[in-house]
Structure formats: structure tokens, C-alpha cells
Nanobody, 124 residues
Framework: QVQLVESGGGSVQAGGSLRLSCAAS????????MAWFRQAPGKEREGVAT???????TYADSVKGRFTISQDNAKNTLYLQMNSLKSEDTAVYYC??????????????????WGKGALVTISS
């Protein structure tokens, strides 16, 4: 099992930047595909970015070129650098993991472990 704790959420103006962190503990971190999801009010949880066990990254079209997923295996920490933020990026952002490798952006139903989420609010 792995436990996930997000941090770094907050409020910024449109055009600004935020970096989310996800600290993982428990089982060996590098055995999991890691991903960031988000859920806006009234909408389904959607995949934002994923990094496979082999380090391959995949992004949703809506964030390509603006968001960067990365990880520090020594610190067991996943990151999401978010630049050029837009009001439509407002959501609760979740860190997630699964044992099965990720070859593309996974669905939220396919993930095994979740953090509690971090609220990101973008004001225009």
C-alpha cells in the first residue's frame, strides 16, 4: 500500500503559477504509476497528467504546454508545476497511484490509491 498527501494548493490570479507536491509513503514509490487528477464543481474527476514507472509522461490536451509532472524518487515525492493558469483550472487536485503501468492517461476508476486533494482556485 501507499499513502499520498498533497500540498501546495492555494489561490492565484490567472496567468500565475503554482506547484503541487504529493508525498508518498508506504510501499516502494517507484513501483507505481503516478498521476494527477482534478475535479471541478459539478464535473467528473479527470486525468491531468501521469508519469509511468519508466518515467514516461502524458498530459491532458487542456494542460499541455502549461503543466509539468515530475518526481523525485529519492524523496518519494510527485510534483505538478502549473504555469499560465486559467480560471478553468480551478478544481480540487488529487494525487493518485496504481500498481499497473500507465501507457496513457488513466481513468480515475483505474487508480488504486488516492490523496485527499488540494484546492486550487484561479481568479480572473
Amino acid at each position: 500500500q501507499v499513502q499520498l498527501v498533497e500540498s501546495g494548493g492555494g489561490s492565484v490570479q490567472a496567468g500565475g503559477s503554482l506547484r503541487l507536491s504529493c508525498a508518498a509513503s508506504g510501499s516502494s514509490y517507484n513501483r507505481y504509476c503516478m498521476a494527477w487528477f482534478r475535479q471541478a464543481p459539478g464535473k467528473e474527476r479527470e486525468g491531468v497528467a501521469t508519469i509511468s514507472r519508466k518515467g514516461r509522461t502524458t498530459y491532458a490536451d487542456s494542460v499541455k504546454g502549461r503543466f509539468t509532472i515530475s518526481q523525485d524518487n529519492a524523496k518519494n515525492t510527485l510534483y505538478l508545476q502549473m504555469n499560465s493558469l486559467k480560471s478553468e483550472d480551478t478544481a480540487v487536485y488529487y494525487c493518485a497511484a496504481r500498481a499497473e503501468e500507465c501507457w496513457w492517461l488513466p481513468t480515475y476508476r483505474s487508480m488504486d490509491y488516492w490523496g485527499k486533494g488540494a484546492l486550487v482556485t484561479i481568479s480572473s
